[in-house]
């Protein structure tokens, strides 16, 4: 090979790893525009239909700490680990006649999940979503603690650090997208006495490791790291060992919370 080749070689390599450094983190928005609120006590249908089977929570026999999985059932609860699913707020996806096909989206022990299911729209109030802006709101437990990211290849994305209720906390990737934070990754995070962030595990398993001196513990901490852009490059380039996840936080027109969806 003479040196014009190896030169041209060199510098496509270059360039190819720039390329690949620097590209955008991919998030597309939710394609949910109608947002219905909806009466207490109604219940949650698996076809267009008030005789189909109800949505219920249906949880493990004498485990009080274990996830209630969404299921459709015609029967009752069985049991007090059991009961009827229902929710006072959800996107709509599509309409049949006198009802509204719904997202129903559940948290429960740091499990979540979404199905579809149908309710009356006799019982539903349309609502328009507005856009949400920073700081997060706190709440008891702690905080969304989120950060955007103002510039550079990564602008716009957003780093979350979420407590959970039992394991360690997690740091979560996303972007600020429609109005609305739509987080895809994420990792359980915590601290060690190192110099530098590094991931360490197996497939499925991998823990990030966070210097003690840049731990965030509030929202003043992940604002810290999204404006270093050796952490973000570092965070955004690894998104292969993060485990994908489907979080979303949107606005609702009359009222200043932050409302959340897992989405399908």
């Known amino acids: ?113 979404s199905k579809r299911a149908y309710v009356m729209k006799k019982f539903c109030t349309q609502v328009a979503r507005r856009p949400l802006s920073l700081p997060a709101p706190k709440m008891e437990w702690g905080g969304y603690h989120v950060a955007k990211i103002a510039e550079g290849p990564y602008k716009d994305c957003c780093i979350q650090l979420f407590y959970g209720l039992y394991d360690a906390p997690y740091i979560k990737l996303g972007k600020y997208v429609d109005g609305m934070f739509v987080f895809t990754k994420s990792i359980s995070c915590e601290q ?35 404006r270093n852009p050796q952490i973000v490059n570092y965070l955004f380039s690894n998104v292969d060992k993060f485990t994908n996840t489907s979080d979303v936080y949107f606005g609702l027109v009359g009222d200043n919370e932050w409302h959340w969806m897992y989405t399908e």
């Not at 590094?198 to 991998?206: C, L, Q, T």
């Not at 823990?207 to 513990?217: E, G, R, S, T």
């Open 192 to 226: 060690y006495e190192g110099a530098s962030l590094k991931i360490e595990g197996n497939e499925g398993e991998y823990m990030l490791k966070i210097p003690a001196a840049l731990f965030p513990a509030d929202t003043s901490g992940v604002e810290k790291l999204a």
């Open 1 to 113: 090979m003479n040196m014009k080749k190896l030169f041209l070689t060199i510098v496509g390599l270059s360039l190819g790893f720039t390329l690949y450094a620097q590209t955008p983190f991919i998030v597309d928005a939710p394609k949910y525009n109608t947002f219905v609120k909806i009466k207490e006590g109604v219940n949650l249908r698996k076809s267009p239909d008030a005789k189909s089977p109800r949505l219920l929570l249906v949880g493990v026999e004498d485990c009080y700490d274990c996830a209630a999985v969404p299921e459709f059932s015609a029967r009752a609860p069985r049991s007090e680990f059991e009961q009827v699913a229902h929710t006072d707020l959800a996107p709509v996806l599509s309409e049949s006649g006198d009802w509204y096909q719904i997202l129903y989206s559940i948290d429960v022990l740091e499990a979540q999940y």
